[in-house]
């Protein structure tokens, strides 16, 4: 990236997410208007729905009509007066009417004229067909009808009397225009109408005024029609304005409701929506601009500070914090500030360390030169000297090992023993361990690691561990001496193994497990070579091998 100023980098900064913001913004919107549409689409179906829903419950109940009249005996026995007589009163409270045709199509009856009114032929011969035909129940498109005067539509359904019967066809009408309520929707947008169509696409009702009733629609075009028979939706113009319609058929009838309108007053919120992201966005860019230059001017003035404050402390020497209006560089400088202190006493306490360091080391030295020194008195070959002073160091190292692993603090007893005799055994059940938590200083970690090595290395070679039956068993206590002071004890017993016997010559390993621990902790060692195994146990003060906090 090229060499610029803080200045110009916020600038850019701001730039790089407000600009990316506002197209993932615009995006968002955009996808939210497709979303929109579909959610409009779905919405139009489904209040086609909702009108199919309202008015197959009306063709129902015609077609309920149909089957409760047309068993009537009277209707059976031919005796039409009479059951004009009980279908007008029964029926007085509805607006369905029925009519009865013999074969012809001629009107027998019609409950909405006097039983004596001559009648003619029925106004739609082609319904009248077409239910001859099927043989059963059929709604008709809309047409014109005779008696009424009005535009109507029936339900028809044949009548299967004996030849001494004309009734052939009986009807149940009612008035297109008493729809009108059924197709009533709420929560549609401003300019957006339904209306049913029979199977011709005639208009049965519609809740534009303008449409005309008995003809299709003047925006159903073929192009149209196609559309909404392949897939529910069609978007298109209707009469030069784009829009969208659905269409659902009825269930089991030969009608469709259809829902239809523009896209525009639809999407209004969106368009409007917008709108105020585009001003909105361009008012919101200029103001992160205005507001970043000024912010870069105090970031520069504060960065340049802290600058002279840091070539300060490169020097050596100690800095006080600057003030700033931002608490980032505030803090920034107090860190400073309290670092330039921090690095006088860090470098005082790796002085410390160091001489800390050259002590130990000395002390470790002292150590391995004193084992090398007496091993090689008590080697009677160079291979024996040098398995005994691999030995004795490894020890020595693998007490270092716990050591490291706890920054020279908080060995536990137990884990010491453990660590020291896990190569010797041949299975866990040779080893029981048994005594309080206890932490161990770091100088008793390597002096008892020395005597563990010692006793382990004899008890392999002559004692328990030589045998698979051999074990070993430690134990530790504390108590109270004579003069009140803490003591403790540990103790080392052999099981198992062959008799032990003193050895015919005082070796190295004898030293450490007896002369050395007792200097070491200034203790007493016993030392008893049973029939059964050896038994050793150290006991001197507790404070020589916990810190005074340590013991538990």
């Known amino acids: 990236m090229p060499k610029a100023s803080i200045r110009v980098y916020l600038i850019f900064l701001v730039g790089a997410i407000v600009v990316p913001m506002l197209i993932f913004t615009a995006f968002l919107l955009a996808e939210l208007g497709a979303k929109e549409a579909a959610a409009l689409e779905r919405r139009t179906l489904r209040e086609a729905r909702s009108v199919v829903g309202k008015i197959e419950p009306i063709l129902a109940e015609m077609r309920t009509t149909l089957q409760a009249v047309s068993s009537a005996p009277e209707l059976r026995a031919g005796d039409f007066r009479t059951f004009h007589s009980r279908t007008r009163e029964a029926l007085s409270q509805s607006n369905i009417f029925v009519i009865v045709l013999d074969g012809e199509g001629n009107q027998l009856l019609n409950t ?60 149940t009408t009612k008035n297109a225009d008493e729809l009108g309520e059924a197709i009533q929707t709420e929560g549609l947008p401003d300019g957006w109408q339904t209306a049913v169509l029979d199977k011709a696409g005639n208009v049965v009702s519609a809740t534009d005024p303008e449409l005309k009733v008995g003809v299709p629609p003047p925006f159903y075009s073929r192009q149209i029609e196609g559309g909404l028979r392949l897939g529910g939706i069609y978007r298109g113009d209707f009469d030069g304005v784009p829009g969208i319609a659905a269409r659902v058929a009825f269930n089991n009838w030969q009608w469709s409701a259809i829902v239809w309108g523009p896209t525009s007053t639809a999407q209004a919120t969106i368009l409007s929506t917008w709108k105020k992201l585009i001003y909105g966005g361009l008012g919101l860019f200029a103001l992160s601009m205005l507001a970043t230059y000024f912010v870069a001017r ?64 000395k002390n470790l030295m002292a150590i391995i030169q004193a084992t090398i020194r007496q091993s090689a008195r008590g080697a009677t070959s160079v291979d024996e000297f040098k398995e005994v002073i691999v030995g004795r160091i490894g020890g020595l190292g693998r007490s270092i090992d716990l050591l490291t692993q706890t920054h020279w603090k908080n060995i536990s007893l137990e884990g010491l023993v453990k660590h020291h005799l896990q190569n010797f055994m041949n299975s866990d059940a040779q080893l029981t361990v048994t005594g309080k938590p206890i932490l161990l200083k770091s100088e008793a970690v390597q002096n008892l690691g020395l ?85 050793w146990s150290l006991k001197a003060p507790l404070r020589n091998f916990v810190e005074d906090e340590a013991s538990n």
């Open 451 to 535: 005597a563990l090595h010692e006793l382990a290395t004899n008890a392999v070679k002559y004692g328990s561990l030589s045998t698979p039956r051999g074990s070993v068993e430690i134990g530790w206590e504390t108590f109270s001496g004579s003069d009140d002071s803490e003591q403790f004890r540990l103790t080392w017993v052999e099981k198992g193994g062959p008799p032990s016997a003193p050895p015919e010559r005082s070796s190295f390993g004898t030293q450490i497990t007896t002369t050395h621990m007792e200097a070491a902790f200034i203790g007493n060692v016993d030392l008893e070579y049973a029939r059964d195994g050896l038994r």
């Open 298 to 361: 105090s970031l520069s003035a504060s960065i340049r500070r802290l600058a002279r404050m840091a070539d300060r402390m490169g020097e050596g020497g100690i800095v006080s914090p600057i003030s700033s209006n931002i608490n980032e560089f505030n803090i920034v400088a107090k860190t400073l500030s309290t670092a330039s202190f921090d690095r006088d006493r860090a470098e005082e306490q790796l002085r410390i360390v160091m001489d800390e360091l050259a002590h130990r080391s």
């Open 112 to 171: 909405r004229t006097p039983f004596d009114q001559p009648l003619g032929k029925t106004s739609n011969m082609t319904a009248f067909a077409e239910v001859l035909e099927n043989g059963d129940f059929t709604v008709s498109d809309v047409f014109l009808g005779k008696t009424s005067g009005k535009v109507v539509f029936n339900v028809m359904h044949p009548l299967r009397f004996g030849l001494d019967n004309p009734a052939r066809i009986i009807v």
